[in-house]
């Protein structure tokens, strides 16, 4: 599990790769990503935007923007949390991402917060990251 914190709110990742859905011998593989969004400040927020850098194995990087998250631009009062999971496809046997989320106070306020990097490995291939 991968983990960051920014202003009080949590956000752990846990990939996973997909077998059932790549087809290494077509250089397509394919891993899906629980995403947990813990508010552990004292103020509501609610995440606006997306922002990613997915980076395969042969350096090239791909970014991803947009607004919310699979359909939802979720509200965290103090203590609540928002789960879900997503999936990317690489065309590289590893890779890894990162990103921001875009966050809104119930004030106005806007800021970023971090989404933790985190490798995508084939079992068995993991590797450290830095």
Excluded: C
Excluded at 59 to 88: C, D, H
Excluded at 98 to 120: K, Q, V
Aim: charge should be neutral; proline fraction near 7%; charged fraction near 25%.
């Amino acid at each position: 599990m991968y983990r960051a914190v920014t202003r009080k709110i949590e956000v752990t990742v846990k990939p996973r790769y997909l077998s059932e859905r790549s087809s290494p011998a077509s250089g397509y593989y394919f891993w899906a990503y629980t995403i947990d969004i813990v508010n552990r400040g004292e103020e509501t927020v609610q995440l606006k935007t997306r922002h990613w850098r997915i980076t395969d194995a042969m350096g090239r990087l791909q970014e991803v923007k947009g607004a919310g998250v699979v359909g939802e631009e979720p509200i965290l009062k103090p203590g609540e949390s928002f789960e879900y999971t997503s999936g990317v496809p690489l065309p590289t046997p590893s890779g890894f991402m990162e990103g921001t989320y875009g966050m809104i106070t119930a004030d106005g306020r806007g800021f970023d917060i971090e989404i933790p990097l985190f490798s995508l490995d084939l079992p068995g291939k993991g590797r450290v990251l830095n």
